[in-house]
């Protein structure tokens, strides 16, 4: 059975950071396009980051480029994403995504159940 696992939310203030984990169960996360989104109550979901299955190409928003970067531990089966400089707009439930195939802001089969992040003003 294919997991995603997401840990590290927190409640931080704003200028802080956190470092969000996304492990995958029943996929080698090596082989994968791996993809952070967030959700707010009441907006859409939205793309955060991605990284592509070989680590040469990462796409980031607009609104966290310079701030939140993400990576991958092949040998821990694990994505990260380093939040830096947090602000109380980046408060939201932050989900991690997979697919087989290319990077990809919108195309991903399987999806993590999310962690809370709260950026305290």
């Known amino acids: 059975q294919v997991q995603l696992v997401e840990s590290g939310g927190g409640l931080v203030q704003a200028g802080g950071s956190l470092r969000l984990s996304c492990a995958g169960s029943?996929?080698?996360?090596?082989?994968?396009?791996v993809g952070w989104f967030r959700q707010c109550p009441g907006k859409e979901r939205e793309f955060v980051a991605a990284?592509?299955?070989?680590?040469?190409?990462?796409d980031y928003a607009d609104s966290v480029k310079g701030r939140f970067t993400t990576s991958r531990d092949n040998a821990k089966n694990t994505v990260y994403l380093q939040m830096n400089s947090l602000k109380p707009e980046d408060t939201a439930v932050y989900y991690c995504?997979?697919?087989?195939?290319?990077?990809?802001?919108?195309?991903?089969?399987?999806w993590g159940q999310g962690t809370q992040v709260t950026v305290s003003s």
């Open positions: 995504a997979a697919n087989p195939r290319r990077l990809s802001r919108y195309e991903y089969d399987y």
């Open positions: 029943g996929l080698t996360l090596s082989i994968y396009a």
């Open positions: 990284i592509s299955w070989s680590d040469i190409s990462t």
